[in-house]
């Protein structure tokens, strides 16, 4: 199954390459930005590969850099007109990147491996502790 990755800008294929560095081959995520060509530009990219992508699986799980964004924006049109086969993740973060390579082998069908994404991505937000406590070790 393929993952599409959207963003403002090189985002997408920035983390992707994070992602490849850490986990290895990234031939699961599909890439979609946008860029100074335009929304009209962007939407018609991701409008074909989502397209082409509902031909070929029985749903698509979509990760988006912020919501309310013009890529989370255009993904969401789509998805509300393919509601069960369009999931819309956004927030993303490398911890959501590689959870989302894995999930849907562990998970077994998509609505489960979109849960287990979504769980990664806010479980990965934390503060940093500065002040330590005698009682704590460090790990590094």
Known sequence: MK?????????????????????????????????????????????????????????????????????????????????DRVFLIAGLNLPMLIQAGTALEEAGDIQAAVQSIVEVAQSAVTLAKTVIDSDDSLDF
């Open 3 to 83: 993952i599409v990755v959207t963003s403002h800008g090189n985002l997408c294929e920035g983390i992707l390459s994070s992602y490849q560095m850490i986990a290895g081959d990234s031939a699961s995520f599909i890439a979609v930005k946008l860029d100074e060509s335009g929304i009209g530009d962007f939407s018609a990219r991701l409008t074909q590969t989502l397209d082409q992508l509902l031909t070929e699986q029985n749903g698509v799980i979509v990760l988006s850099d912020i919501v309310g964004g013009t890529p989370y924006n255009e993904t969401l049109r789509y998805a509300l007109a393919h509601p």
